[in-house]
């Protein structure tokens, strides 16, 4: 392994605190683009430049750039807003976007289609609705995500508050995202990591850095895919305290076999007044020990890996000043959203509405984005954005129910029953045409695959059965397709890699079946498979968990068989 510092590591210790010459690259009027060194720091403020690949090769043929444009993510704790931050951000969709919301697997938002001129504005917009973007991306704790159980009100608030507390504690201090975006005055970098970055420093974390919450029996956060997975312990409706996982991580590089997806392993236990402390000590664990020579070892996940966790929980007693407890008992059940209407024991009610892929737009077949908007005009509780692209109309009060479905119905929203279950299931990633990393297609085949599988299920009698189904345009893993029972990871364009196995619970990763296939071959692998599922089932035992039972996948989850297909 390298001994040699990389150039992100090199940008991030040179940038005076995450300024760069930002701002100097957004008053360029030359280029829609920014430097590549800016490019890299943009990401700690939560954006990410791109460009519109559907029309490189006519750009090019023109002799023009690239569409250069940026995505721009927010960063939203728990995934909690209001209405009027809502219709706030359906504006800015429309002034400084390409007209479309996007709910990410972070339980959070992304515009796309946000050109250089557009950012300031969009970024003031933002901050005048008291959001922003600071850390959503970049080498920083990233959005911190919880579970939604709307029906347990009142652990489900205290889980929110922790998320926020937590999010506050790592979030990066600069005061250059004011002054690039906000119109701060300008001020010298003292340089000082203790005026400007009292916890990160002028170095930053080695890689993004993830942490997650969920509550027992549900884990629709797919908590141990996390760098930090909190998983809490409930004693007669009282919130004591977190199991804590380490070392969870969903991205892999092809054909590097260093790389691989993890999952946490789960350590010990802390009372719940002690969490955010807890957090802050893996994250210096993690910024002291972690790798940066290497980026593609960089991850918390590889920390762990490699000295184990026994080493964990000594350090980890020696940063937090005191040892974690034992792991408490817990079980999970299922780590999907459940849709339709259910209410909290505060008597609210909250609506689970199936968003395919998280996009919120408006089409000739469904006017999602009119309807959100008219339905923000009347709710008076708030919205909660989902790990799995959905989106809660939360705390609607009696009085209130009846008249927002009927906007419900009057404009055709899914709350469960307009799809199949493995289609308000399924999730994907962006991918073409703006994800630079994008391999292969995924938002936009995602409905044509749903639809065909869909079909191969009704064939078998299993169109009422839930399956999980994910696929990514690359092996990033950003929809986690590592953890589902179907997953796709794209290869090219028009084929993917395979991936078989998971479970419904989140707690087992899948391992690659087949690669670089086309559908059709993927169809032919998986009818017989849904066939023998259909005819010799256990009750209640879901697709995955039969593959293993049958022998038709391999239960070995070692880190090489993210690499070595299993079906040669």
């Given at each position: 392994?390298?001994?040699?510092?990389?150039?992100?590591?090199?940008?991030?210790?040179?940038?005076?605190?995450?300024?760069?010459?930002?701002?100097?690259?957004?008053?360029?009027?030359?280029?829609?683009?920014?430097?590549?060194?800016?490019?890299?720091?943009?990401?700690?403020?939560?954006?990410?430049?791109?460009?519109?690949?559907?029309?490189?090769?006519?750009?090019?043929?023109?002799?023009?750039?690239?569409?250069?444009?940026?995505?721009?993510?927010?960063?939203?704790?728990?995934?909690?807003?209001?209405?009027?931050?809502?219709?706030?951000?359906?504006?800015?969709?429309?002034?400084?976007?390409?007209?479309?919301?996007?709910?990410?697997?972070?339980?959070?938002?992304?515009?796309?289609?946000?050109?250089?001129?557009?950012?300031?504005?969009?970024?003031?917009?933002?901050?005048?609705?008291?959001?922003?973007?600071?850390?959503?991306?970049?080498?920083?704790?990233?959005?911190?995500?919880?579970?939604?159980?709307?029906?347990?009100?009142?652990?489900?608030?205290?889980?929110?508050?922790?998320?926020?507390?937590?999010?506050?504690?790592?979030?990066?201090?600069?005061?250059?995202?004011?002054?690039?975006?906000?119109?701060?005055?300008?001020?010298?970098?003292?340089?000082?990591?203790?005026?400007?970055?009292?916890?990160?420093?002028?170095?930053?974390?080695?890689?993004?850095?993830?942490?997650?919450?969920?509550?027992?029996?549900?884990?629709?956060?797919?908590?141990?895919?996390?760098?930090?997975?909190?998983?809490?312990?409930?004693?007669?409706?009282e919130l004591v305290g977190f199991n804590v996982g380490v070392g969870g991580g969903m991205g892999m590089t092809y054909g590097n076999e260093a790389t691989h997806p993890r999952l946490a392993d789960v350590?010990?236990?802390?009372?719940?007044?002690?969490?955010?402390?807890?957090?802050?000590?893996?994250?210096?664990?993690?910024?002291?020990?972690?790798?940066?020579?290497?980026?593609?070892?960089?991850?918390?996940?590889?920390?762990?890996?490699?000295?184990?966790?026994?080493?964990?929980?000594?350090?980890?007693?020696?940063?937090?000043?005191?040892?974690?407890?034992?792991?408490?008992?817990?079980?999970?059940?299922?780590?999907?959203?459940?849709?339709?209407?259910?209410?909290?024991?505060?008597?609210?009610?909250?609506?689970?509405?199936?968003?395919?892929?998280?996009?919120?737009?408006?089409?000739?077949?469904?006017?999602?984005?009119?309807?959100?908007?008219?339905?923000?005009?009347?709710?008076?509780?708030?919205?909660?954005?989902?790990?799995?692209?959905?989106?809660?109309?939360?705390?609607?009060?009696?009085?209130?129910?009846?008249?927002?479905?009927?906007?419900?119905?009057?404009?055709?929203?899914?709350?469960?029953?307009?799809?199949?279950?493995?289609?308000?299931?399924?999730?994907?990633?962006?991918?073409?045409?703006?994800?630079?990393?994008?391999?292969?297609?995924?938002?936009?085949?995602?409905?044509?695959?749903?639809?065909?599988?869909?079909?191969?299920?009704?064939?078998?009698?299993?169109?009422?059965?839930?399956?999980?189904?994910?696929?990514?345009?690359?092996?990033?893993?950003?929809?986690?397709?590592?953890?589902?029972?179907?997953?796709?990871?794209?290869?090219?364009?028009?084929?993917?890699?395979?991936?078989?196995?998971?479970?419904?619970?989140?707690?087992?990763?899948?391992?690659?079946?087949?690669?670089?296939?086309?559908?059709?071959?993927?169809?032919?692998?998986?009818?017989?498979?849904?066939?023998?599922?259909?005819?010799?089932?256990?009750?209640?035992?879901?697709?995955?968990?039969?593959?293993?039972?049958?022998?038709?996948?391999?239960?070995?989850?070692?880190?090489?068989?993210?690499?070595?297909?299993?079906?040669?």
């Open positions: 392994m390298s001994h040699t510092l990389p150039e992100a590591e090199i940008i991030k210790r040179e940038s005076n605190y995450l300024r760069g010459t930002i701002a100097e690259g957004l008053d360029d009027k030359a280029t829609g683009a920014i430097a590549d060194s800016d490019n890299k720091l943009t990401k700690f403020h939560g954006a990410y430049q791109q460009d519109d690949r559907d029309r490189r090769d006519e750009r090019r043929r023109q002799r023009l750039e690239p569409l250069h444009m940026f995505m721009v993510r927010l960063r939203l704790p728990g995934g909690v807003l209001t209405p009027e931050q809502w219709l706030g951000l359906d504006q800015i969709a429309d002034d400084c976007a390409n007209h479309t919301l996007r709910l990410t697997t972070r339980q959070t938002f992304q515009f796309h289609g946000v050109y250089k001129h557009r950012m300031r504005p969009l970024m003031r917009a933002l901050n005048a609705l008291g959001l922003d973007t600071r850390g959503a991306c970049g080498d920083v704790n990233r959005n911190v995500v919880s579970n939604v159980n709307p029906h347990r009100s009142r652990v489900h608030a205290d889980i929110h508050r922790y998320s926020v507390a937590i999010s506050k504690r790592l979030k990066w201090r600069s005061n250059a995202y004011a002054e690039i975006w906000l119109g701060d005055e300008r001020v010298e970098a003292r340089g000082e990591d203790e005026e400007e970055e009292p916890f990160y420093g002028h170095f930053y974390l080695p890689r993004k850095f993830k942490i997650a919450l969920a509550v027992p029996p549900e884990n629709d956060a797919d908590v141990l895919s996390n760098d930090i997975a909190l998983i809490a312990i409930v004693e007669d409706d350590a010990g236990f802390v009372p719940a007044d002690q969490v955010v402390d807890a957090c802050e000590a893996i994250a210096a664990i993690q910024r002291d020990h972690g790798c940066r020579t290497e980026r593609t070892h960089a991850r918390f996940k590889y920390t762990i890996a490699d000295h184990g966790v026994e080493w964990f929980l000594e350090r980890f007693a020696e940063y937090h000043g005191a040892p974690m407890a034992p792991v408490r008992d817990y079980v999970f059940t299922h780590n999907g959203d459940r849709f339709g209407w259910v209410e909290g024991d505060n008597g609210n009610q909250h609506l689970t509405l199936s968003i395919r892929s998280g996009r919120v737009q408006d089409t000739d077949a469904l006017r999602l984005r009119t309807a959100l908007r008219e339905i923000a005009r009347v709710h008076t509780g708030e919205f909660r954005v989902t790990c799995n692209q959905n989106l809660i109309i939360a705390n609607v009060s009696p009085e209130k129910k009846a008249e927002i479905q009927t906007l419900v119905d009057h404009y055709g929203l899914d709350d469960g029953s307009r799809s199949t279950p493995l289609a308000r299931n399924a999730m994907s990633c962006v991918a073409f045409p703006t994800c630079a990393l994008a391999m292969a297609e995924s938002e936009r085949y995602l409905p044509s695959l749903t639809n065909r599988l869909d079909t191969l299920m009704a064939g078998h009698g299993l169109a009422d059965t839930p399956i999980n189904v994910r696929v990514t345009g690359c092996p990033n893993g950003c929809a986690r397709p590592y953890l589902a029972e179907i997953g796709l990871t794209g290869k090219t364009l028009g084929k993917y890699n395979l991936f078989l196995g998971g479970d419904e619970r989140g707690e087992r990763m899948n391992r690659l079946y087949r690669e670089n296939i086309d559908e059709a071959t993927i169809l032919d692998i998986l009818d017989p498979m849904l066939g023998r599922f259909a005819a010799e089932r256990e009750d209640g035992e879901g697709f995955g968990d039969f593959l293993i039972r049958s022998g038709l996948v391999d239960a070995e989850r070692s880190p090489e068989v993210f690499h070595r297909a299993y079906s040669v």
